[in-house]
């Protein structure tokens, strides 16, 4: 099981995913371009122009990385977006094939909003390994720290696993701490939640953050539990097995056309999906702060320089890079 060390190094990639050169370098470069295009759309209330300036300046720098890059999740369906969509190929079209998972703006609606906690997320990882879960947009995911791994069951209901991730944090099930997305579906859960005498963080967007949240060291979170975006699943289950988290994951599609595709492409939302299930090899994940927030800073500008803040996880490493517009700058975190 990987065990997490956060440190700092140049964002390089052939210790994170065998094959792929300048693995690290490229999906960094790739978030902070699409953070840089959509911080001058935070808080002026247009999602939709703040995600396609997103969308594509994170498109064009794939596009350019050497290899040939496969989107197998993306939120161009979800999203109904022009770019970024499932099969889309991407990448100089010479050398190392790889698999991509994307949201390049999540928590859309908290940007326009100008609130705190988006941030532009890739996760790439060798080609074939990350799961296509085709037309399902939602899944329902439990995400638990390394402490936790083997303590999850979602065959069970929530107390079950509150009692049991309780008993691999040496807790009180009254000590815990979960994320919940605050959303009509989830109103029964947090009841149960908050009955059992849990403290619950419920933001209205962002399951990517509140999953590192329970996963990261020192993180403020043990748990995230709840129905979120696919794209989100796939890309947290890449950091959840690259820390030696827990994760399980299952189809839960949201509407009747969901429902309908997904049974039509022989998808079973019936089975529970493990983290190595989810992702079956090396995979790097990557997310640039945009409006700000506890996990990382919003663009900012110094000494003339535009700078961003980045999250680098791959390989049991934890990585902050803070970057100018020409010259790398790297923060231990």
């Given at each position: 099981m990987a065990t997490a060390s956060t440190h700092s190094s140049p964002p390089g990639g052939d210790e994170f995913v065998s094959g792929v050169p300048d693995f690290a370098a490229h999906a960094c470069a790739a978030t902070r371009a699409a953070a840089l295009a959509c911080e001058?759309?935070?808080?002026?209330?247009?999602?939709?122009?703040?995600?396609?300036?997103?969308?594509?300046?994170?498109r064009t720098v794939l596009g350019g990385a050497p290899g040939i890059g496969t989107v197998v999740i993306g939120e161009g369906e979800k999203d109904d977006a022009p770019m970024l969509f499932n099969?889309?190929?991407?990448?100089?079209?010479?050398?190392?094939?790889?698999?991509?998972?994307?949201?390049p703006l999540e928590c859309t609606n908290l940007c326009a909003q100008g609130l705190p906690e988006a941030i532009a997320t890739i996760a790439v990882a060798e080609a074939g390994t990350l799961m296509s879960p085709g037309p399902a947009f939602y899944m329902d995911k439990l995400v638990v720290p390394p402490a936790a791994r083997g303590a999850i069951d979602m065959t069970q209901p929530p107390e079950a696993n509150l009692e049991s991730v309780a008993r691999a944090l040496d807790k009180r099930v009254d000590q815990l701490r979960a994320v919940v997305l605050d959303k009509p579906r989830h109103e029964d859960l947090i009841a149960r939640l908050h009955a059992a005498g849990v403290r619950v963080t419920a933001p209205t967007?962002?399951?990517?953050?509140?999953?590192?949240?329970?996963?990261?060291?020192?993180?403020?979170?043990?748990?995230?539990?709840?129905?979120?975006?696919?794209?989100?699943?796939?890309?947290?289950?890449?950091?959840?097995?690259?820390?030696?988290?827990?994760?399980?994951?299952?189809?839960?599609?949201?509407?009747?056309?969901?429902?309908?595709a997904v049974a039509e492409a022989g998808l079973d939302t019936d089975r529970i999906y493990e983290v190595e299930e989810l992702v079956t090899g090396d995979a790097l994940f990557v997310a640039t702060g945009i409006s700000g927030g506890q996990l990382l800073r919003r663009p900012w500008r110094e000494?003339?320089?535009?700078?961003?803040?980045?999250?680098?996880?791959?390989?049991?490493?934890?990585?902050?890079?803070?970057?100018?517009?020409?010259?790398?700058?790297?923060?231990g975190g």
């Amino acid at each position: 099981m990987a065990t997490a060390s956060t440190h700092s190094s140049p964002p390089g990639g052939d210790e994170f995913v065998s094959g792929v050169p300048d693995f690290a370098a490229h999906a960094c470069a790739a978030t902070r371009a699409a953070a840089l295009a959509c911080e001058p759309w935070v808080g002026r209330g247009d999602p939709k122009a703040a995600d396609a300036a997103a969308t594509e300046a994170m498109r064009t720098v794939l596009g350019g990385a050497p290899g040939i890059g496969t989107v197998v999740i993306g939120e161009g369906e979800k999203d109904d977006a022009p770019m970024l969509f499932n099969g889309e190929r991407l990448g100089t079209g010479t050398g190392s094939e790889f698999d991509i998972a994307v949201d390049p703006l999540e928590c859309t609606n908290l940007c326009a909003q100008g609130l705190p906690e988006a941030i532009a997320t890739i996760a790439v990882a060798e080609a074939g390994t990350l799961m296509s879960p085709g037309p399902a947009f939602y899944m329902d995911k439990l995400v638990v720290p390394p402490a936790a791994r083997g303590a999850i069951d979602m065959t069970q209901p929530p107390e079950a696993n509150l009692e049991s991730v309780a008993r691999a944090l040496d807790k009180r099930v009254d000590q815990l701490r979960a994320v919940v997305l605050d959303k009509p579906r989830h109103e029964d859960l947090i009841a149960r939640l908050h009955a059992a005498g849990v403290r619950v963080t419920a933001p209205t967007d962002g399951d990517v953050g509140g999953a590192l949240a329970a996963l990261l060291p020192g993180g403020d979170a043990d748990l995230l539990i709840g129905i979120g975006g696919t794209p989100e699943g796939i890309m947290t289950a890449c950091a959840v097995a690259a820390l030696g988290g827990g994760m399980q994951g299952r189809l839960a599609p949201q509407g009747e056309d969901e429902a309908r595709a997904v049974a039509e492409a022989g998808l079973d939302t019936d089975r529970i999906y493990e983290v190595e299930e989810l992702v079956t090899g090396d995979a790097l994940f990557v997310a640039t702060g945009i409006s700000g927030g506890q996990l990382l800073r919003r663009p900012w500008r110094e000494g003339g320089e535009a700078m961003t803040e980045s999250i680098v996880i791959g390989a049991g490493s934890v990585r902050r890079i803070a970057e100018a517009a020409r010259q790398g700058n790297e923060q231990g975190g």
